[in-house]
């Protein structure tokens, strides 16, 4: 759980670095994802997912 909690806390970092560093960034970036094809977006998230499974696994292993 506390591994759960650690990640949760990271992500709330990167995300709040984003909006509270370069707010307009993040406004233009939503605006492109809201213009992207859903195939696209269920793409990209699955790519992410992989990803970050990838990343857990080596730095555990």
Same mark, same amino acid.
Do not use: K
């Given at each position: 759980?506390?591994?759960f %909690?650690?990640?949760?806390?990271?992500?709330?970092? %990167?995300e709040g670095v984003l909006y509270g560093l370069v707010p307009h960034l993040a406004k233009r970036l939503a605006d492109q994802v809201a213009g992207l094809p859903e195939p696209a977006l269920r793409l990209a998230g699955l790519a992410s997912v992989?990803?970050?499974v990838g990343i857990v696994w080596m730095v555990r292993r």
């Open positions: 759980m506390t591994d %909690l650690d990640a949760l806390g990271l992500v709330l970092v %990167l992989a990803i970050g």
